[in-house]
């Protein structure tokens, strides 16, 4: 999967913009404790609409920091630091997670002590901080860290109370009601600003169609990218996107001659084994071609989705876009890896184990039938020994590099 999911910075400080217009909350009701963290509902004090969700905590510096989600579930981080001297409106922070790659992301003033930064719910982020040990940012040139103890349990609690909080709560003669701190500032009008540039590259996987050079991956993998290399062959053009369905097409600039996947006639079958191919944790393992197997545990996706189906066999990110073959190493699926993360953590507030999607092979066949190119296919339905899958993976699989300049 690729590891960065860079958005628009305009985009962001929309987002941003949306969140500070929501009528002021004056009292938040206690929902929950996750360890550190204090769980609550921010309402309108007057009229006791929900607004959003808050999770916050003391840092070992006495610095106040809460992360936030709405219905969307969009997710926020404020920071209150005396250390703070905000005199714009405007500014970019730099988030990182443990050794994680940096983000660079929209932060406005919400007081000159208080910054509330765009967090954008990606899956890599939400990930990494459900996982991390330390939560790094820099805002204002002013740098901060601070532990994220039970990060888990706290994602899980903030995004139940985000889906689940009535839209209006009862007055209740025993319910708390308290100031959130700090008091919100007033309304600001979102103005364009350059996109967010992650420090470093990002990294996904795909595989060769034809023998010329043309590939798929993710569309995610590839997004913002304005220069993408297939490592070992050279550079590459994106040709076409279907966002909807998360596929991209890719052809090396310069063709060479590649192998081809072979898509599969034969219907997927549930229980079926399975094996997905890629290059997971780019920089962290950085062995080549990563083969892992496991059974078709459901033919659905997320929610019923008829696209995708569910495989138990581990996937990592830099995964995505990788093919995933049945035992006859014929193409049944394209990878999304762990894309179930934020549902889970709603839904139980733990992260998913084994549990991972990939985008059926028919519907990446429509995609390159779309841009005019017919996909090879096999009818054969002999098993092949494991190790002759993996060779011959090795010949059409690729890792592609996204680099935002």
């Known amino acids: 999967m690729r590891m960065i999911r860079s958005a628009l910075l305009m985009f962001g400080l929309c987002c941003l913009a949306i969140f500070c217009a929501h009528p002021s909350y004056g009292a938040v009701i206690d929902i929950a404790e996750a360890g550190p963290w204090h769980i609550s509902a921010g309402i309108n004090g007057r009229t006791r609409e929900f607004i959003?969700?808050?999770?916050?905590?003391?840092?070992?510096?006495?610095?106040?920091?809460?992360?936030?989600?709405?219905?969307?579930?969009?997710?926020?981080?404020?920071?209150?630091?005396?250390?703070?001297?905000?005199?714009?409106?405007?500014?970019?922070?730099?988030?990182?997670?443990?050794?994680?790659?940096?983000?660079?992301?929209?932060?406005?003033?919400?007081?000159?002590?208080?910054?509330?930064?765009?967090?954008?719910?990606?899956?890599?982020?939400?990930?990494?901080?459900?996982?991390?040990?330390?939560?790094?940012?820099?805002?204002?040139?002013?740098?901060?860290?601070?532990?994220?103890?039970?990060?888990?349990?706290?994602?899980?609690?903030?995004?139940?109370?985000?889906?689940?909080?009535?839209?209006?709560?009862?007055?209740?003669?025993?319910?708390?009601?308290?100031?959130?701190?700090?008091?919100?500032?007033?309304?600001?009008?979102?103005?364009?600003?350059?996109?967010?540039?992650?420090?470093?590259?990002?990294?996904?996987?795909?595989?060769?169609?034809?023998?010329?050079?043309?590939?798929?991956?993710?569309?995610?993998?590839?997004?913002?990218?304005?220069?993408?290399?297939?490592?070992?062959?050279?550079?590459?053009?994106?040709?076409?996107?279907?966002?909807?369905?998360?596929?991209?097409?890719?052809?090396?600039?310069?063709?060479?001659?590649?192998?081809?996947?072979?898509?599969?006639?034969?219907?997927?079958?549930?229980?079926?084994?399975?094996?997905?191919?890629?290059?997971?944790?780019?920089?962290?393992?950085?062995?080549?071609l990563n083969f892992t197997g496991g059974q078709v545990s459901s033919l659905f996706g997320l929610g019923g989705d008829t696209r995708h189906f569910q495989l138990s066999a581990p996937i990592q990110p830099g995964n995505s876009g990788g093919p995933v073959v049945n035992t006859s190493g014929q193409l049944v699926g394209v990878t999304r890896a762990r894309l179930d993360d934020v549902a889970t953590l709603e839904a139980s507030g733990a992260l998913p184990q084994n549990v991972n999607y990939a985008i059926r092979s028919d519907i990446a066949a429509s995609f390159l039938r779309a841009n005019g190119i017919d996909p090879s296919e096999s009818e054969s339905a002999a098993k092949l020994d494991p190790t002759d899958i993996a060779t011959a993976g090795r010949g059409y699989t690729f890792q592609i590099r996204c680099t935002v300049e």
């Open 52 to 288: 959003r969700c808050n999770a916050e905590r003391r840092t070992p510096s006495n610095d106040l920091i809460m992360f936030h989600a709405d219905r969307s579930p969009n997710l926020y981080f404020s920071i209150v630091s005396d250390r703070l001297n905000l005199n714009r409106q405007q500014y970019r922070s730099f988030v990182k997670i443990d050794r994680s790659v940096e983000f660079e992301l929209p932060a406005i003033r919400r007081a000159s002590n208080h910054a509330l930064i765009d967090i954008e719910s990606s899956t890599t982020i939400l990930k990494a901080i459900a996982e991390g040990v330390t939560f790094f940012v820099d805002v204002g040139n002013v740098n901060f860290a601070f532990p994220l103890d039970d990060s888990t349990k706290m994602l899980g609690h903030l995004f139940s109370c985000a889906k689940y909080a009535p839209d209006k709560f009862a007055d209740q003669p025993n319910q708390t009601l308290r100031p959130i701190a700090p008091t919100p500032p007033p309304q600001v009008a979102a103005t364009p600003a350059p996109a967010p540039k992650p420090r470093g590259s990002s990294f996904g996987s795909g595989f060769f169609v034809r023998s010329e050079g043309t590939g798929i991956t993710n569309a995610h993998v590839v997004n913002g990218c304005t220069s993408a290399t297939i490592e070992g062959h050279g550079r590459a053009r994106i040709t076409a996107r279907d966002k909807t369905n998360d596929l991209a097409l890719v052809q090396l600039i310069e063709p060479k001659r590649t192998e081809a996947a072979q898509f599969a006639r034969r219907p997927l079958k549930l229980g079926e084994f399975v094996y997905a191919l890629g290059f997971p944790l780019p920089g962290i393992i950085d062995n080549g």
